[in-house]
């Protein structure tokens, strides 16, 4: 018990370091994995050899696809600031409505929804938050508002992967477990946006005038997952209901624009660029740059994605076979990890950048003097994304998660619904990845439904529902957050600025899985 309990040390380290001492993230992501290696290297007996292959699996895996994505992204967004096009899709914007709140809807819940289920990999956190900031909105509250609505879109991000997942660690049947998933999901997409428009605008009384609108906002999202993964699936739901929020969410500003705002709440000119950052520089051609031009690398980021992902089955299975598979861990408990080396967000997000920056004039020296600058803006974001990713490896194949769950299961008894949501927010805390907390804690969560007596389904997607909650308090999250505002190395501002949230979040989510645990198969009859 004490030896299983110990597994809590890196989690916990984490959280006294970012949050208590405020302590950089990427020196608070090292140390931890120090203290997991030694744990695991001691109490655990794992072999050196395994351990330190473990953590070259998990460097591998944050370059390739995390890393990549979060540079592409970055790059996407800062150059378009040197090109000069953010400066009209601001005004753009801005001319649906000068309403922060209104605009803290479409680009951080209905954009950043529809970045969340194409793409995935921290693009749905880092180019709304860096667009925000780009239109003059508070660093913090960028980071905060983009991370509170990337929660539950998660279980059905990058093309529905890790529900997708779920289903194949736990040998459940898609359709029912994406539909079950949706179902707890529903209280928390409705009042997500909410939560959106009061952290944003500084308190409860910032829903005053925008109520309305921020409520259409959620249903209009939610309502479609509901019947997509009731007929469809995984694959879907996020997309068909971001762009449906989007479009909802559009008529409704456009029919308020004449509504005078607040002072308050009128967005202010502010920075289009961090101080200092990489895209410090903007081009004069913004001033003439049709909107059509501005938006092309986001028009091209979403064609793309479309058409190589899973939905256009040829294509995709096409570029597939540009992947290679390889054994990285020597563990026992270790698989091969897949690399796939063009189908993949990063590569398309950059062909994207690079068209759009092409048409938008931007000659070769100033993409790559905006790629330079990025990667020198995310050095301390790499570290700390490859130390999770390693901390995650060692934790997994030591057998340390194992353990930690399944003192939760023995703690609990049949108590244990309540606390499921806990796990995965842990497992997701440490891993940064609803697909890998999916993989980790996902046959654990349907065993002990099993074990309990209750429906491997509503526990299977407690675990989705707690995973999103974890992912928005994880390192590797914040540190995308962070770097996408320029506020790189200040992780404990932005961990304090979510944490409330989330144990919000969490507390409801617990009670919610907890007291309707029964009514699973009421659910699993429609």
Known sequence: MLQSALTLLPIIWLIIALAVLKIPGHTACVVALVIAAALALTLWQMPVVDCVTSALEGFASALWPIILVIIAAIFTYNLSLRTGAMDVIKRLLSSVSNDKRVIILLIGWCFGGFLEGMAGFGTAVAIPAGMLYGMGMNPITACLVCMLANAFPTAFGSVGIPTTTLTSVTGLEALPLSFMTVVQMVPFMILVPFLMVIAGGGGIKALKGVAGITLAAGLSFVIPELFVSKFLGAELPVIVGSVISLGVTLIMARMRSSKPVPEEYRMSKGETAPAGGAGAASAPQGEAMKPIIAFLPFILIFVLLLVTSKLVAPINSFLSVFSSTVQISTSANAGTV?????????????????????????????????????????????????????????????????????????????????????????????????????????????????????????????????????????????????????????????????????????????????????????????
């Open 338 to 526: 897949s690399f796939s080396w063009i189908n993949t967000p990063g590569i398309w997000i950059f062909i994207a950048a690079i068209i759009g920056g092409i048409v938008q004039k931007a000659g070769a020296k100033l993409m790559w003097d905006t790629l330079v600058a990025t990667v020198k803006q995310m050095v301390k974001t790499i570290i700390t994304i490859m130390s999770v990713l390693a901390v995650a490896k060692i934790m997994t194949y030591s057998g340390m998660i194992s353990d930690m769950a399944n003192l939760f299961v023995t703690i609990t008894g049949r108590f244990y619904a309540f606390v499921a949501p806990i796990i995965a927010t842990i497992g997701a805390f440490v891993t940064g990845s609803g697909t890998n907390t999916e993989v980790l804690l996902g046959r654990l969560q349907s065993e002990a439904a099993q074990a309990i007596g209750a429906s491997p389904y509503w526990l299977a997607a407690a675990n989705s529902v707690g995973a999103g909650i974890g992912k928005i308090l994880s390192p590797q999250c914040i540190a995308t957050a962070v770097a996408a505002v320029g506020l790189t190395g200040q992780d404990s501002k932005v961990l304090g600025a979510v944490l409330k949230w989330a144990l919000l979040m969490l507390v409801i989510a617990c009670l919610l899985i907890g007291l309707l645990e029964g009514t699973a198969d009421y659910w699993l009859s429609l």
